[in-house]
């Protein structure tokens, strides 16, 4: 195991260990639920658009950017086939068994930067917690987390501009 796998390997043990408290588990399994699929964001952003009608075209947009995301480290997911963490019992049930890069942390930092640009703060400490919650509930390691944050954000940043055209401010 090189040194990377190793450290991968014991951070999720460590976090996964953490799970064995009710209360954290049962916080990381409802956030890991809510960001199924990206659940979460494309909910609040539909919503966003319903009801801030001069920028619903931005919400929209920012929207589209997080699905696009999504479907980005699904497609990255099915070319690199990284098995998820067999070594620690998960506490949630998931869609896919590949593991890398995390779609929840695509989709959670794509809206972060996607929500974040149109003044929603709120949006990168929710993003954060729904990254660590795949980490408690032992289903991704570290670098499954910071390759689809990095993704998510990256994809969503490089769409602003166009989600920014849609802003009537």
Same mark, same amino acid.
């Given at each position: 195991?090189?040194?990377?796998?190793?450290?991968?390997?014991?951070?999720?043990?460590?976090?996964?260990?953490?799970?064995?408290?009710?209360?954290?588990?049962? +916080?990381?399994? %409802?956030?890991?639920? /809510?960001?199924?699929? $990206?659940? #979460?964001?494309?909910? =609040?952003?539909?919503?966003? @658009? &319903?009801?801030?009608?001069?920028?619903?075209?931005?919400?929209?947009?920012?929207?589209?950017?997080?699905?696009?995301?999504?479907?980005?480290?699904?497609?990255?997911?099915?070319?690199?086939?990284?098995?998820?963490?067999?070594?620690?019992?998960?506490?949630?049930?998931?869609?896919?068994?590949?593991?890398?890069?995390?779609?929840? +942390?695509?989709? %959670?930092?794509?809206? /972060?930067?996607?929500? $974040?640009? #149109?003044?929603?703060? =709120?949006?990168?400490?929710? @993003? &954060?917690?729904?990254?660590?919650?795949?980490?408690?509930?032992?289903?991704?390691?570290?670098?499954?987390?910071?390759?689809?944050?990095?993704?998510?954000?990256?994809?969503?940043?490089?769409?602003?501009?166009?989600?920014?055209?849609?802003?009537?401010?």
């Amino acid at each position: 195991m090189d040194d990377l796998d190793d450290m991968d390997h014991r951070i999720v043990s460590a976090l996964r260990a953490r799970g064995t408290d009710p209360r954290v588990a049962g +916080a990381a399994r %409802a956030l890991s639920w /809510a960001g199924e699929h $990206g659940a #979460l964001w494309l909910a =609040a952003g539909l919503a966003a @658009a &319903a009801v801030d009608t001069p920028r619903r075209t931005a919400w929209l947009r920012g929207t589209a950017l997080t699905a696009g995301a999504h479907v980005v480290s699904m497609g990255v997911k099915r070319v690199v086939r990284r098995p998820r963490p067999a070594h620690v019992v998960p506490l949630v049930r998931t869609a896919g068994r590949h593991s890398f890069p995390s779609s929840h +942390a695509t989709s %959670a930092a794509a809206a /972060a930067v996607v929500f $974040g640009t #149109l003044g929603v703060r =709120a949006a990168w400490p929710l @993003a &954060a917690a729904v990254c660590a919650s795949r980490l408690v509930v032992g289903v991704h390691y570290p670098s499954d987390v910071a390759a689809g944050a990095a993704l998510g954000a990256l994809t969503a940043r490089l769409g602003t501009g166009w989600m920014r055209g849609g802003t009537h401010d």
